[in-house]
């Protein structure tokens, strides 16, 4: 099975910024069916960024998260990217590409993790203060 794969992870200091991509391998694993999530040692899975269909990809983002990560997608790569600014030690985590082989139409689904059938292997962030 042909997972997708992430990059750009790393450390950074509080304040600072990451960018991470994801690309997979295409339909029906589209960019628009794409998402990020994160889990940190003893936390739940969390829904960061996805698209979901309202019509057009519509992008939203866990509230954690609002106003400082940003979601975006290249449809000729087939690939996402999250560009994450102001990160806080909170933000400490894996952070996992995911692809849904179908559309969905609620920003609640496109943040559930039972949504997506393919998950890449994880990117760590480390955010120190």
């Known amino acids: 099975q042909v997972q997708p794969v992430e990059s750009g992870g790393g450390s950074v200091l509080a304040g600072g910024s990451l960018r991470l991509s994801c690309v997979e391998s295409g339909f029906p694993y589209t960019s628009d069916r794409m998402a990020w999530f994160r889990q940190a040692p003893g936390k739940e899975r969390e829904g960061v960024a996805a698209f979901f269909a309202f019509p057009g990809a519509h992008a939203v983002y866990g509230d954690s998260v609002k106003g400082r990560f940003t979601i975006s997608r290249d449809n000729a790569k087939n690939a996402v990217y999250l560009q994450m600014n102001n990160l806080k030690p909170e933000d400490t985590a894996k952070y996992y590409c995911?692809?849904?082989?179908?559309?969905?139409?609620?920003?609640?689904?496109?943040?559930?993790?039972?949504?997506?059938?393919?998950w890449g292997q994880g990117t760590q962030v480390t955010v120190s203060s």
């Open positions: 995911a692809a849904r082989s179908h559309d969905v139409f609620s920003a609640v689904q496109a943040l559930a993790g039972d949504t997506y059938s393919h």
